[in-house]
């Protein structure tokens, strides 16, 4: 038997180093890491070490610190993430090319997406997310569709806010959020129109595991006014039941 | 200051914990972890609940252990994973759609290479990259031009031996092997004539940071005898510039 080693601190603080990494900071030096971190640089100094070590993080010729590519090989084996895109990919560029919109691909963390996959369209409305970015639960398709059919307790901590207001059409009154969601359950997809920006129009679909449950979520984002979203749910619908077949 | 705590035991282990997990190996018991680990159960226990309770790893509902969402989203922050694929798959895209053919996109770890992206092609020869899956650098197109622009030492490493066979073709003779990645430096690109399946073919380029630095590869991958590797290559070389231009 290994000797038994006091596990709190180090494990915490190493992963307060990885946390210290976000989209706009993806390269930082061993101060930022410090500060960010709210380690002493000496500690950094030494756990940063170690994570290099491994490949948990790299270090750039002028020495600053990336997430390694490691620790992406590593993350490409999270079931929710590679594993849900690769599975479904084929069909996310079979919508991409049968409408030239975007396509959107994404789970539930806690209140908020997580966007796993996304398809840029040749010529399609701007869209701002980006894989392994985060939104609010209660505006977009994918979103709304995920919150309808998430754990009680998830969509009373969202409905009772505060909701974010990203347009004069998000919906931020709890009782008008909630009919939405009931709405979404009954149609069996979800509509988020001009609720994120004001030229877009989603069109939501569950993923589902072999057991029912709601897993991820697909959707085509369209401007606002070109296609009626009526016509789009089959669409969407079609392809969320072919992903959901091949999870098995 | 926080008071310094003994970090490589704790931190090694929590690595070979993640380590365990492997395309073959997404979901694992409590017992199955340890065992790859090489760690004692209540070890594992204790600190795989760390690692829930942060979200690296995640339990299912049979209490098995997968890589957990949030290191995939921290994973996605690597600049050579996800960070180089976003800036790429507009061409790889394009790439794909004009040829109909298989797209990859691969950067280096030490003597292997790890594919970053792969789009497969509608009508296409069968391939069996995965992405965030490794290979040998010496049979593979995008291989060829990572091999042959690695340091030194690595090159050695690898001509030195043992090389891999998977077909008749492979190059295996460390002469032969050297005068490869001659021509691949010479003529800029690589070709990997069925050296890694019999009915395949690929023509790989080099993606370069604005240093002049070889950072990744990218190759199209064929049918062999279906098209002229020479027609192939003006097409791999100008998308590789392409993303070049992006990488500042």
């Known amino acids: 038997m290994a ?8 494990l ?7 946390e210290a990494f976000g989209p706009r900071h993806t390269r930082l030096t061993l101060t930022d890491l410090a500060r960010r971190a709210g380690l002493p640089l000496s500690t950094v100094h030494r756990l940063a070490g170690e994570l290099v070590s491994w490949g948990a993080l790299e270090r750039d010729a002028a020495g600053r610190y990336s997430v390694g590519l490691r620790l992406w090989e590593v993350g490409s084996l999270a079931p929710r993430g590679l594993g849900l895109r690769e599975r479904a990919l084929p069909y ?5 090319q049968v ?3 975007n396509v959107q691909l ?3 963390e806690g209140a908020e997406v997580v966007f796993v996959e996304r398809i840029a369209g040749s010529r399609a409305v701007p869209v701002h997310t980006r894989v392994g970015g985060r939104f609010a639960l209660s505006a977009t398709g994918v979103g709304l569709v995920l919150l309808a ?3 009680r307790e998830v969509q009373e901590e969202v409905i009772g806010g505060p909701i974010e207001r990203f347009t004069a059409y998000t919906v931020t009154d709890p009782q008008a959020l909630r009919r939405l969601l009931a709405d979404v359950r009954a149609n069996g997809f979800a509509v988020s129109d001009r609720q994120v920006t004001e030229d877009a129009l989603s069109v939501g679909a569950p993923i589902r595991d072999p057991h029912g449950a709601v897993v ?3 959707s085509l984002v369209v ?3 070109t296609v009626s979203p009526h016509a789009l749910a089959p669409l969407v619908l079609s392809s969320a039941r072919a992903i959901s077949r091949t999870l098995t």
Chains 1, 2 share one sequence.
């Open 3 to 10: 000797r038994r080693v006091p596990t709190g601190p180090v």
């Open 12 to 18: 915490g603080r190493a992963l307060s180093i990885l």
């Open 92 to 96: 996310l560029e079979d919508l991409s």
């Open 99 to 101: 409408t030239h919109e």
């Open 106 to 108: 994404a789970v539930r």
């Open 149 to 151: 059919h998430a754990p």
């Open 216 to 218: 991820a979520a697909l």
């Open 223 to 225: 401007r606002h006014g």
